[in-house]
Nanobody, 115 residues
Framework: QVKFVESGGGLVQPGGSLGLSCVAS????????MSWYRQAPGKQREVVAT????????FYADSVKGRFTISRDNAKNAVYLQMNGLKPEDTAAYFCARPGYQDPWGQGTQVIVSS
């Protein structure tokens, strides 16, 4: 079955950086777009960034554009999110998933941006 395992979250001061990782299994990873999502307390889950299967036209939400970078390693079935210039409003649980598919969510990884 499809499974996602996220890691790399933590507590960081405003302006700091974190790198998130996600390892996927249960499907042919290289043929699917992959996205990072986040959900802050009391808010809906939102898409943060998408790395297409073909490696072109990467998408970023306006709120993270210029600060976050998504990448993927098809040989490792992994997708990454490098987050720089973190702000308190980036505090959320972060998840990876295949956009458009009703796969089970992973446990996520918590990012807290606070001084």
């Amino acid at each position: 079955q499809v499974k996602f395992v996220e890691s790399g979250g933590g507590l960081v001061q405003p302006g700091g950086s974190l790198g998130l990782s996600c390892v996927a299994s249960g499907f042919m990873f290289r043929y699917y777009d992959m996205s990072w999502y986040r959900q802050a307390p009391g808010k809906q889950r939102e898409v943060v960034a998408t790395a297409p299967a073909g490696g072109l036209s990467t998408f970023y939400a306006d709120s993270v554009k210029g600060r976050f970078t998504i990448s993927r390693d098809n040989a490792k079935n992994a997708v990454y999110l490098q987050m720089n210039g973190l702000k308190p409003e980036d505090t959320a649980a972060y998840f990876c998933a295949r956009p458009g598919y009703q796969d089970p969510w992973g446990q996520g990884t918590q990012v807290i941006v606070s001084s």
